[in-house]
């Protein structure tokens, strides 16, 4: 079977897998990372969002073979430490507004949260009502209020 | 006049005196023969005993039976019996731990169980463990959750628990700080003494620990004394939700349990006639295992991703299913055949209507799932389960197993909307890992959640309401349903107490049905109907069950009823409430939502009330139907009008922990927008269209409204009532009242946008689409 390397939260892992299985399934199958969920398999929730270099991109839409030794994917569980922190400005901003109902979608909604106000602050811009409704993340509980206030509290954190 | 075993209930204007409260805080309980201090709760008076009487007699109940015994007390009456069961045990660590009977699906309930325990044992809520009890048969019926009624049934037993290990601490304190139990306090998890000597709760876990299982009395804190109960308090499991720690049944590692998925027919429950391919199948790269189910063909693989390709390699002939050749339009003229007679015209004025409601997913986020690990002489399951007594029983039976050698750990869910009322993942995964004779973790794909999940039946209601002048002389409400499966949990509460309620011998859905229906106005004579047809689908009881359709159709004959006798709508409504916190909500969300007030054509306020579950809500939203709002761009989605602002004001009693409160009512508005504006499931020949996030339209952030004010009224009873399901009825009705009015229409039909099909459906040959490769152009 095919070897593939590339880092996973800050470390180096090689997995033996077919090159087209995507990549959420190598980090929940595979590597026992649980972090990003399952919510459609089709790039539609999000709920799968992590980050690829930074970017905020969906797993279970990428093969694996398309990553390269070098490419450096952020789930959930390696957020925080992209800060040198215990959390991250938007998971405090996620506790303070007490985000969570079910929690399934969540981890999702703060990696495209991150990803969101990264984007705003490259383009030198305070994030929009624009910015909030263009997040394609579903929430099946209905969270929606609470993470558009997280979102605009850890901005102003990050 | 119908006989009142038909189901009708009939109401005069009176209304009837409250049902009596306990007045007591002393209770029985147990400190149980353990290592350390483990206390039970005795079973407390349920509340609704005095409800059996009212059943004997004849002729027709003068009052709304909801008014003298509801669904929650229904539910309440059968926990009520095994509550001693529930135990608090303090460790020798300072932590209270407790496993309880439930499921936790979001609603926040270890959160206010956790208060519970911290309120009554003065221990701080971070030292307080909840975890989900396995299935108890043993428990009987108190281990279901739903209709709201957890906080309801539970909020004395597991006080009374609490307030037993405290009495215990105490007396074990006393003897170790040679001091009179009356001149100790608890504070922070410690005993103090009067000198301010002190010893911790973990320290006094053996001490206090009983060696024969003892009844004591236990006095349960007053009310003005809380400190806990009542706060708003963050969610206890908030930081391993937002740092990904949070475990659901997915993400556990149960040995060897691979990923299992299943090859599902085209057509509602169609069934496996032959598999042309299945050792080519099993030769794939990753599959182990390949084997016929009874609902389609399991295949097992070392990644979900090798089972989705697994599945859609699979060369599967289908017999028809249960609802063949069915479409939307057969289906309502069924319900229309079966609708009951509205009976003779009226002499008076009327306004009359006819609504119908389109079937609804409930699917969570997290899709139905289980693992199970079945043996020749046992089985272990683990899933997210809100009646796992049921599911216990059901799959041993299935696996030909005791029911004592099945274990059934409930995990938390990822959501459950009604849906993690039923065990359709369990007993897949059992069957699939028996005949596999391997563990399986078995997961549907979302397009198999959406087509062959549970959904809320598509019913019709129809209304006619009597007048003269300003009068409102009687209300009738016709409700006709494709049948509601409540088999699993509510069916059984209902046959072991249905002998106790007022309601005759009617069937499991009716019984639901009148027992949570209430009629918040006084309209003269009133009297509703539930009918039932066609069991061809697989349909469950969604959030608020039968509250949003029959409540959204109420409410927009309320407003006409208002518009006809010339008086505005929320004056109409405060008039007519028989109850006083209705009319209280009601007030506060027009006032603090500016009621009235002006706006531009095409926007508009809309206004509704419901009561349910011991509590009221009132819900004002405002609406954009603009065309240019409504037509605005959205990839893949809908975006239709936009509720632009909310207010709710919610009063469930006594609100345990109001910060959950609000975000359960939240939540509840997200679902009320939905149903509403653009969720809805399409029948064509035996099949479900939608098939994920992008054709079933859930509310999204572009739906959502930007401005929104929850209120949490201040305690208006002693006890809580029930809120995670109450605020949709009222939500999902308000924004139908605010749409009509902005588009000077009466919606009857709904969603408003069911008419249209906003997107490509997916084919249902292979079931479940292609997984995509393009993730990485669409980086943000
Ligand atoms: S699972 Fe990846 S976007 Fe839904
Ligand atoms: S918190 Fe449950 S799906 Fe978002």
């Not at chain 2, 204007?13 to 353990?34: D, H, I, T």
């Amino acid at each position: 079977m095919p070897e593939h390397t590339f880092r996973v939260n800050g470390e180096t892992v090689t997995v033996d897998v077919a090159d087209d299985v995507r990549l959420l399934w190598v980090l929940r199958d595979v590597l026992g990372v649980t972090g990003p969920k399952y919510g459609c398999g089709i790039n539609v929730c999000k709920a799968c969002t992590s980050h690829l270099n930074g970017k905020a991109v969906n797993p279970c839409a990428i093969p694996v073979k398309a990553l390269e030794p070098d490419d450096e994917v952020t789930t959930i569980e390696g957020l925080a430490d992209t800060v040198d922190a215990d959390l991250h400005p938007m998971q405090q901003a996620w506790l303070d507004q007490d985000v969570a109902q079910c929690g399934y979608c969540q981890p999702g909604q703060i990696m495209a949260a991150v990803a969101v106000v990264r984007r705003a602050k490259e383009e030198g811009r305070e994030i929009s009502d624009a910015d909030l409704d263009g997040i394609r993340n579903v929430c099946r509980c209905g969270t929606y209020f609470r993470i558009r206030e997280a979102i605009r509290a850890g901005a102003k954190a990050m | 006049m119908r006989p009142r075993s038909s189901g009708t209930t009939d109401r005069s204007p009176q209304s009837p005196p409250p049902a009596p409260e306990l007045g007591r805080r002393r209770f029985l309980g147990y400190v149980l023969a353990a290592p350390t201090l483990m206390a039970a709760a005795e079973l407390a008076p349920a509340p609704a005993a005095t409800a059996a009487d009212t059943s004997s007699g004849p002729g027709i109940p003068t009052t709304d039976i909801t008014e003298i015994v509801d669904l929650n007390d229904a539910l309440t009456l059968a926990a009520a019996p095994t509550s001693a069961l529930i135990t608090v045990q303090v460790n020798t660590d300072g932590t209270v731990s407790f496993a309880l009977p439930r499921a936790e699906v979001g609603q926040g309930i270890t959160t206010s169980t956790a208060m519970l325990i911290a309120e009554e044992m003065d221990v701080p809520l971070d030292r307080v463990r909840i975890t989900l009890a396995d299935a108890r048969p043993e428990l009987l019926f108190n281990q279901l959750t739903g209709a709201s009624n957890t906080t309801i049934s539970t909020y004395t037993p597991v006080r009374v628990a609490a307030a037993v290990a405290r009495g215990r601490l105490l007396e074990a304190a006393a003897i170790e700080l040679g001091a009179a139990v009356s001149t100790l306090t608890i504070k922070a998890g410690e005993v103090i003494g009067a000198a301010g000597d002190r010893i911790g709760i973990g320290d006094l876990a053996r001490k206090a620990a009983a060696v024969t299982t003892e009844a004591v009395t236990a006095e349960l804190k007053p009310a003005d004394r809380f400190t806990v109960i009542g706060t708003p308090q963050n969610r206890v499991d908030a930081l391993a939700a937002v740092t990904g720690r949070k475990k659901f049944a997915m993400d556990l590692a149960v040995p060897n349990a691979l990923p299992t998925m299943v090859c599902r027919p085209p057509t509602i429950n169609g069934k496996v006639a032959s598999v042309a391919n299945l050792d080519a199948v099993r030769t794939m790269p990753g599959v182990t295992d390949a084997v016929v189910i009874s609902t389609g063909v399991a295949v097992r693989a070392r990644t979900f991703g090798q089972c989705i390709d697994a599945v859609r390699a699979l060369n599967v002939a289908w017999r028809p299913g249960t609802a063949a050749s069915k479409s939307d339009r057969t289906v309502l003229d069924e319900l229309k055949a079966a609708e009951p007679s509205m009976g003779l015209p009226s002499v008076t004025p009327t306004v009359e209507e006819t609504f119908t409601f389109h079937f609804r997913g409930n699917s969570a986020l997290e899709p139905n799932c289980a693992i199970a690990d079945v043996r020749s002489d046992r089985a272990e399951i683990w899933s997210g389960l809100k009646s796992p007594i049921v599911a216990k029983q059901t799959i041993a039976a299935r696996l030909g197993l005791p029911v004592g050698a099945v274990t059934v750990h409930v995990t938390e869910s990822g959501g459950s909307f009604g849906r993690k009322l039923f065990f359709d993942a369990a007993s897949e995964a059992a069957e699939a890992s028996q005949k596999m004779g391997k563990p399986v973790k078995l997961m549907w794909h979302r397009a198999d959640d959406a087509r062959q999940g549970r959904a809320h039946p598509m019913a019709t209601s129809r209304v006619r309401a009597s007048y003269l002048g300003g009068t409102v002389l009687g209300y009738k409400q016709r409700h006709t349903s494709v049948a509601t499966d409540l088999s699993h949990g509510f069916g059984e509460v209902i046959t072991a107490i249905a002998a106790k309620l007022p309601v005759g011998d009617i069937g499991f859905s009716e019984t639901f049905f009148q027992l949570s229906q209430s009629m918040p106005y006084d309209f003269g004579v009133y009297s509703r109907v539930l009918n039932e047809t066609d069991k061809g689908f697989n349909t469950g009881s969604m959030r608020n069950v039968y509250s949003p359709d029959v409540t959204c159709a109420r409410e927009l004959i309320v407003d006409r009823l208002a518009a006809n006798m010339g008086k505005d709508p929320v004056r109409f409504r405060h008039d007519a409430l028989s109850d006083e916190r209705a009319r209280a909500v009601l007030d506060k969300v027009a006032d603090l939502g500016n009621w009235g007030r002006t706006m531009p054509a095409g926007t508009a306020q809309g206004i509704a009330v419901h009561t349910e579950y011991h509590a009221a809500n009132a819900v004002l939203v405002e609406i954009d139907c603009r065309p240019e709002t409504v037509n605005r761009p959205i990839r893949d989605g809908v975006a239709g009008p936009r509720v632009t602002k909310a207010v709710c004001a919610v009063d469930v009693g006594l609100a345990v922990n109001p910060r959950g409160l609000e975000a359960q009512m939240m939540g509840c508005l997200m679902d009320g927008i939905a149903q509403t504006l653009t969720a809805s499931l399409h029948l064509r020949d035996g099949a479900f269209l939608e098939a994920s996030w992008d054709n079933y339209f859930y509310t999204r952030q572009w739906n959502t409204p930007p401005e929104l004010d929850i209120v949490i009224m201040p305690s208006s009873r002693e006890k809580p009532g029930g809120a995670g399901e109450l605020g949709v009825a009222a939500a999902m009705a308000a924004v139908a009242c605010a749409y009509a009015r902005a588009t000077g229409t009466m919606p009857t039909s709904f969603p408003v946008n069911h008419g249209t099909l906003s997107f490509e459906p997916k084919p249902t040959v292979p079931p479940v689409p292609a997984s995509p490769t393009d993730g990485l152009d669409h980086a943000i």
